[in-house]
């Protein structure tokens, strides 16, 4: 079976364990059902905008077009950057956008992916931007209203705690002794005055579980601009990283307006 079309960031249900589904043109696949299975993965050498639909030759901001990635809000650099979202004070390439995108309530978290890392999402992301990022367990620390005052946050705690992640640390990480609530705690501390008032009391720790067995330890991330084709036994998925049996991994998410075939061996 092959299927054929632009690929997109994949679709997460659940989270024991999470189910994933990769669109593939007009048809959306089971990740989960694949597992086990030999599939191959190959480059079309076509990228399509995935705002626009124009072909592109570079990818910007993780599948825009550069007219595209220059001018919408989505590929702002508040996007990247919260601290540098600029909404509440009237600034933005598109206040629509900002007012259902930014100016809405934002937490502050803290997640365990390899590390403990600290980050920020709109509350509809919630638990989607924790399982994107391939976090075992995650506790929310503030609640903003707006996209900046949490980034301001994040920007304080980045002193202490690391607000990147370790794609490899993360693949090999399955369980965790830190104890979440506590490190709240600890860490709610280092929050300036100005800022307190936005901790939030729920102290509820999410758990995410991944399909995927972890019984790979060395990993190889490959792309597709580089490897045309990316083949083998599908061993698990975790974050948007699809895990072959070899160690090769994918990250789906960088491939964005991709197109590809994708083929399916029963
Ligand atoms: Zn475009």
New binding site residues.
């Given amino acids: 079976m092959i299927y054929s079309g632009n690929i997109y960031k994949m679709r997460t249900t659940g989270s024991n364990p999470v189910s994933y589904f990769l669109t593939v043109g007009d048809i959306e696949i089971s990740m989960n059902d694949l597992i086990g299975k030999q599939i191959n993965i190959k480059y079309k050498n076509q990228i399509n905008?995935?705002?626009?639909?124009?072909i592109?030759n570079k990818s910007f901001h993780q599948g825009?077009?550069y007219?595209?990635?220059v001018s919408?809000p989505q590929a702002d650099e508040g996007v990247l950057h919260p601290e540098k979202d600029m909404s509440h004070l009237g600034i933005s390439r598109d206040m629509e956008w900002a007012k259902k995108h930014s100016l809405i309530d934002h937490y502050v978290y803290l997640a365990i992916t390899g590390n403990i890392k600290v980050g920020v999402t709109r509350y509809t992301q919630i638990p989607y931007r924790w399982i994107d990022q391939g976090a075992i367990s995650a506790i929310k620390l503030a609640k903003t209203p707006y996209r900046n005052l949490a980034g301001q946050i994040e920007v304080e705690l980045s002193k202490y705690i690391s607000d990147k992640t370790s794609w490899t640390k993360m693949l090999q990480t399955q369980t965790s002794d830190i104890d979440l609530v506590s490190l709240k705690k600890q860490i709610s501390v280092q929050i300036p005055d100005e800022y307190k008032k936005y901790i939030t009391f729920d102290n509820t720790i999410t758990n995410i579980h991944y399909p995927y067995n972890y019984n790979i330890q060395k990993f190889r991330s490959l792309n597709l601009d580089t490897n045309n084709t990316i083949e083998g036994k599908l061993s698990g998925i975790k974050a948007q990283y699809l895990i072959f049996d070899s160690g090769d991994v994918i990250n789906i998410r960088k491939h964005n307006g991709y197109f590809i075939d994708l083929e399916i061996f029963e």
């Fill in positions: 905008c995935i705002n626009c639909n124009s592109t825009y077009c007219s595209c990635f919408l």
